[in-house]
């Protein structure tokens, strides 16, 4: 197997973006589990775990930045060896027949694949496999936030499934793509222009938010819904508004927030992948950055020119030069700018399915463990053909059980009457 580095070449150290570096400040060390994310999935079918091994070699091989390091001594990452020296300390295989269910087999194999992760010497990546039965396996894959979020799960597992193929086909490795280490747009000080307006309204409701969570982070509950039948209403409405979905629902939350805490000035962030070119957009790294919706409600005239004026403000946002949130953190002398945070996406997305050809695969939802959350609202959403579905986690030291429940109900009412004015086919 073609490795693209040497243990003799030196290594050139990255330079880490903002956001990296504001959440090793957060860690304030190099040894975290809070930022590993972890998702699990049931294999069923005629699984060659040796060729899984192998491919994950690959797709190794293919990304250095999931054969790096992110010593203390260093502001940046660095790669710290070969796929072919560094296969061990990724992959684990637990003997085959030792578990009962997947559940049992999830318990055991995040006790490896979950345990803190050294980031001053250990690659950002682990993965976790163990045979339940001859035809059934669990598979646990675990990678830090520093380098993975949701764009960057969907692209490795599409470059897993794809070096699997070519192994048990007998093709050969793909080429190896760009590497994209400083993927960050460079600072532009003039793209911070107009957000005074922006940041400098009152924000009664959310501020109050933001004061009342005295700690980084707090005991969490998490509220999940399902509205079934409210997708197509949701993406004709955009279509009819020339909007996005992302936009209609946007709308709804910032409707949701000024109905529970009384305030017609509302302000929310969400993150998007923050890929800047075609190429990058299939690079594997963190390049993350946060937009914001903020609006006064009572300044609209009608429902219309509200989503108009979300829409209009998400364009200037993706397309302009990204803006770091840690920069207007500075630039504004802010503690933080979005106490809620906000997502809506495609089902498919969401889910970030793994899809090895000829194996049946299943998602496993994580253990029942008592929830903590960093900002007081963390509302996430997604759409299929039929139904939306939310799961929210509110912390219970900031927001009460009643205006928890009351958030995301009015962010279904919202969302439904929104979908229920576009015109009938």
Not at 51 to 74: C, I, Y
Not at 187 to 214: F, K, M, N, P, V
Not at 268 to 285: D, E, I, K, M, P
Not at 341 to 367: D, H
């Amino acid at each position: 197997m073609t490795t693209t580095e040497t243990p003799t070449t030196p290594a050139t150290v990255h330079p880490l973006s903002p956001q990296q570096r504001r959440m090793l400040e957060f860690i304030g060390g190099r040894v975290d589990s809070y930022y590993l994310m972890v998702e699990a999935f049931v294999l069923k079918g005629d699984l060659d775990v040796r060729a899984l091994r192998q491919a994950v070699g690959h797709v190794l091989d293919r990304h250095e930045v999931l054969r790096s390091a992110f010593p203390a001594d260093q502001d940046g990452y660095r790669t710290i060896g070969a796929a072919s020296e560094l296969i061990d300390r990724i992959w684990t295989e637990a003997s085959g027949g030792n578990f009962a269910s997947a559940d049992e087999a999830l318990a055991a194999g995040l006790d490896t694949a979950a345990r803190p992760m050294d980031l001053d010497g250990e690659p950002p990546l682990r993965m976790w496999l163990t045979r339940l039965r001859s035809d059934e396996a669990v598979l646990i894959v675990c990678g830090h936030h520093l380098v993975f979020d949701a764009w960057t799960f969907m692209l490795f597992y599409e470059d897993l499934a794809a070096e699997y193929r070519a192994v048990t086909t007998g093709g050969r490795p793909r080429r190896v793509p760009p590497q994209y280490p400083d993927a960050q747009a460079p600072h532009d000080d003039t793209a911070l222009d107009g957000w005074s307006e922006l940041l400098g309204r009152r924000y009664r409701g959310i501020r109050a938010l933001d004061a009342a969570a005295e700690t980084p982070k707090g005991p969490g509950a998490v509220h999940r819904r399902v509205w079934p039948g409210l997708s197509a209403g949701v993406v004709a409405a955009a279509k009819n508004h020339s909007v996005t979905p992302f936009v209609l629902a946007s709308v709804a939350m910032l409707q949701a927030l000024s109905d529970v805490l009384g305030d017609q000035e509302v302000l929310f962030g969400s993150a998007y992948a923050g890929r800047t070119t075609a190429a990058s957009a299939n690079a594997l790294g963190y390049y993350s950055t946060t937009l914001f919706v903020g609006e006064d409600l009572g300044a609209h005239a009608s429902v219309a020119e509200l989503i108009s004026s979300v829409g209009s403000g998400l364009k200037q946002w993706h397309h302009g030069a990204r803006i770091q949130w840690e920069d207007l953190l500075a630039r504004y002398d802010a503690e933080d700018l979005y106490p809620v945070k906000f997502a809506f996406q495609p089902k498919e997305l969401a889910e970030r399915q793994l899809k090895l050809p000829g194996i049946g695969t299943s998602r496993i939802a994580g253990p029942n463990t008592a929830p903590s959350a960093r900002r007081p609202v963390d509302l996430i959403g997604s759409y299929d053909a039929d139904a939306v579905t939310v799961s929210m986690t509110a912390r219970t030291d900031v927001l009460t059980e009643d205006q928890a429940t009351a958030l995301i109900d009015a962010f279904g009412e919202r969302l439904t009457a929104l979908a229920e004015s576009a015109p009938a086919s």
